[in-house]
């Protein structure tokens, strides 16, 4: 199936869970831990407040919206940007230009490979992060003339240009305790 099949037939389904497309085939995410969950909200609110900074017409979105890898991936990322105002009806985000992955104990090698090379297909993003909620660490994946660069941080700012947001390392992480 397409992404497009898979989002007419999810949006009639009525799915309970989080699912992603990938190769044609549905594919249940796995269960949050609490520490997830949290960092995705930690993550969202400082997108937020950066693109409030900022002043740019941009949305940060916590999960939910799929962004098409190629015609039958679709992954649907913990956070992300996009340009603009997304209608409410939609289902997939266009022209994506942050996304974020958090670290669970089962997507380290997902999110460290296979969706690095995937977001790294899509022209638009420009920033791919993976939060580390316990090594208290973000790597920043920047894209450049010969695909992403990359750069963990432990402390410090992240300069997410474009858009031209500015966020640091302790912003993106939930509080110690």
């Known amino acids: 199936m397409t992404v497009d099949e898979y989002l007419d037939w999810a949006s009639s389904t009525g799915l309970e869970g989080r699912y992603e497309l990938v190769d044609g085939r549905v594919v249940e995410m796995a269960a949050e831990?609490?520490?997830?969950?949290?960092?995705?909200?930690?993550?969202f609110a400082a997108l937020r407040e950066a693109i409030r900074i900022a002043g740019v017409d941009h949305t940060a979105i916590v999960d939910g919206l799929t962004v098409t890898i190629a015609s039958m991936t679709g992954r649907v990322p913990d956070v992300l940007v996009v340009p603009g105002r997304p209608g409410d009806e939609t289902m997939k985000a266009e022209s994506p230009i942050i996304v974020v992955e958090v670290i669970s104990p089962g997507s380290i090698k997902v999110d460290r490979e296979t969706k690095l090379a995937e977001y790294a297909s899509v022209g638009s993003i420009e920033h791919y992060l993976i939060v580390d909620a316990s090594a208290r660490a973000v790597t920043h994946h920047r894209r450049t003339d010969d695909g992403f660069s990359e750069k963990t941080l432990t402390d410090g700012t992240l300069e997410l240009t474009p858009p031209g947001l500015s966020v640091t390392n302790e912003d993106l992480l939930p509080p110690i305790g």
Do not use: D, N, P
Not at 33 to 43: M, Y
């Open 33 to 43: 831990r609490a520490i997830h969950a949290i960092t995705k909200g930690e993550v």
